[in-house]
């Protein structure tokens, strides 16, 4: 099993600039998330879904978008990045009854 | 006030010794309880959950105190290999959905 794939690994952006950060996971998990994780700092929450068709603000969801495509994938978009979007984002999903979450590899982003 | 207090460290010690870390959370409805590592550059994974009873793998053993209201995670024989930061996480009993990491504790085990 892969478990939680991100692609892509790494990207540059110019301010201005859009993206789509992609996520897939076939743990056949119903919740799945996005977290940033800046330099020195812990995970901070942006969007998740608990199920296909849902999605719910997280702690820092302003500047981004998110869509659940079916139950095995759930996107990330930046329409317009900022510099203050430079970090690194971390995809997840969790399934029942015990509520392990398991992350992606992350995808560096870095906006200059 | 943070769902989850963790001491950031550096926790400097030799390989073989014991040493404990402690995290705090402020929700009394915090349900489910997880220790996580994560190595430098690299994604959290799941070390152990922490049961009401307490639990052991191998060299690590987690503990929760409902009434003080933490966890903690104790690493004995050190390894080099241990060297990572440990992060904390609960989630609430009202919201399954919502996982609370804490900042996290940096290890170094020294040969």
């Known amino acids: 099993n892969a478990g939680v794939t991100q692609t892509p690994k790494f990207q540059v952006l110019k301010t201005g600039q859009s993206m789509t950060l992609q996520c897939a996971q076939d743990m056949n998990h119903n919740s799945m998330y996005w977290y940033r994780q800046d330099p020195g700092m812990g995970l901070r929450l942006i969007y998740y879904?608990?199920?296909?068709?849902?999605?719910d603000k997280g702690e820092v969801p302003n500047g981004y978008n998110v869509s659940r495509l079916n139950k095995r994938e759930f996107s990330l978009r930046l329409e317009s990045a900022a510099p203050s979007q430079t970090s690194v984002y971390f995809c997840?999903?969790?399934?029942?009854?015990?509520?392990?979450?398991?992350f992606g590899p992350g995808t560096r982003l870095t906006v200059t | 006030r943070k769902e989850v207090e963790q001491d950031p460290g550096p926790f400097n010690v030799p390989e073989g010794a014991t040493v404990a870390f402690n995290c705090t959370y402020s929700?009394?409805?915090?349900?489910?309880f997880f220790w996580y590592r994560q190595d430098c550059r690299k994604e959290p994974k799941l070390l152990m959950s922490v049961y009401s009873s307490g639990n052991e793998d191998g060299r690590f053993t987690a503990q929760l105190n409902r009434a003080s209201q933490y966890i903690s995670l104790l690493i004995r024989d050190s390894k080099l290999s241990d060297s990572a930061t440990y992060l904390c996480v609960v989630i609430l009993v009202y919201n399954f959905n919502k996982f609370y990491f804490g900042s996290g504790t940096k290890l170094n085990v020294k040969p």
């Open positions: 879904s608990a199920s296909e068709g849902t999605t």
């Open positions: 997840a999903s969790t399934g029942g009854p015990t509520y392990e979450q398991y």
């Open positions: 929700n009394s409805a915090s349900q489910s």
